[in-house]
């Protein structure tokens, strides 16, 4: 297992730079970079996804059409849409600023300089480090994510078994039929219902609309503080949880059905064992393999994927939003970072799932396998 583990971690740094290479390939061809967006919001126009500028200035109106003599010699010529009459100088000490002033495979060579001591550098349009950034988000993503993929083992493992050992009965095929619900309701719609529903939206006004904690939490005795967190968590957590929970409880369901009927739990029924301590004293671990050993896998998922458009529905100052509006405002140095740091990271777990595949059943051997 260790000579499995030392390759595995020999095959991060690859994996790392072919990632990123693509990610900044792809950025190099992307119309509306960080000097265009500077540019918008001095001169008062919009950039959207494409690139295209329109707004006013003074009493005339900008758009696609205004930007025919970009190429053109002149003043007024520029290679960025909606820099028609700046001096040439502001626009290349822009440049400067941003650090495109430099060649694409030099800027890549630094980057990949500096991410190797970790150093990522600062956010262009926030006046603080990436670093500090991502620290300050964490605790909303990370509070998002252990507290979906708890209730979703919670609930998920426990009706799995219970649906495994009355199959076929009606408790199994209205459980079924609820699974089959939450697994057809995206997260995000769910989460737009709970808001109609229960944040004021159209009927009750139960719940706040944004926010992790209130405004006077610092103010709270250490109990109401606890209530107002559980108090703003419960509708992101629940539209997160609608999405997680039918997959992992068919997935139980489905490895308890496999074990039931082994020869194995034929031979234990023989002896006379009660049905619990067959059930929980021999099935229960060789079901739970790929249950359990997913746990990192689960939780990377709805860290890094699941949380996004909550955030934002919701308002949650995390990590999803964050890399949100740093992808909107063509903020490399926040997009390159996260996207180094989370993949480092994803790649660490997927590794830490296979450790627990092998302590939670030693049988299973990656290097015999010539993984």
Do not use: C
């Not at 989460?191 to 529903?197: E, F, K, M, S």
């Not at 489905?254 to 929980?280: H, P």
Request: charged content about 15%.
């Amino acid at each position: 297992m260790f000579a499995y583990i030392v390759r595995r971690l020999l095959l991060i740094p690859p994996t790392l730079f072919a990632i990123i290479l693509i990610n900044f390939a792809v950025v190099q061809v992307l119309p509306g970079g960080p000097v265009e967006q500077l540019l918008s919001e001095l001169s008062g126009q919009a950039v959207d996804v494409t690139g295209r500028v329109s707004g006013n200035v003074g009493s005339e109106t900008i758009n696609e059409g205004s930007n025919a003599n970009v190429g053109e010699s002149g003043p007024a010529s520029s290679k960025y849409r909606g820099a028609q009459g700046l001096p040439p100088e502001f626009i290349a000490e822009l440049e400067k600023q941003f650090g495109l002033d430099k060649p694409a495979h030099e800027r890549f060579l630094l980057m990949l300089k500096n991410y190797l001591v970790f150093d990522f550098g600062n956010s262009f349009f926030k006046d603080q480090s990436v670093v500090d950034l991502v620290i300050d988000k964490m605790p909303v993503s990370i509070s998002l994510g252990i507290w979906t993929t708890l209730l979703v083992y919670l609930i998920s493992i426990p009706l799995g078994i219970a649906k495994a050992v009355r199959d076929g009965s009606k408790f199994d095929v209205w459980t079924s039929g609820v699974v089959i619900i939450g697994n057809a309701i995206p997260g995000f719609l769910f989460a737009i219902l709970l808001i109609v529903v229960f944040a004021g939206g159209r009927y009750l006004d139960w719940f706040p609309l944004r926010g992790l904690i209130s405004d006077n939490f610092d103010d709270l005795s250490t109990w109401a503080q606890i209530k107002d967190y559980i108090w703003h968590m419960t509708l992101p957590v629940l539209s997160m949880v609608i999405g997680g929970f039918a997959g992992l409880t068919m997935l139980t369901k489905n490895s308890f059905m496999e074990e039931i009927n082994k020869q194995y739990v034929v031979t234990a029924r023989s002896k006379g064992l009660e049905e619990n301590t067959v059930l929980y004293g021999h099935i229960f671990r060789n079901a739970m393999l790929i249950v359990i050993a997913g746990f990192p896998s689960a939780f990377i998922g709805i860290l890094f994927t699941g949380s996004l458009l909550t955030e934002i529905i919701f308002s949650l100052d995390g990590l999803g939003l964050l890399g949100f509006e740093a992808a909107l405002t063509r903020d490399y140095g926040v997009m390159f970072a996260t996207l180094y740091f989370f993949t480092l990271f994803g790649l660490l777990m997927n590794i830490l799932g296979d450790i627990m595949y092998h302590i939670i059943d030693p049988r299973i051997d990656f290097e015999s396998r010539g993984a």
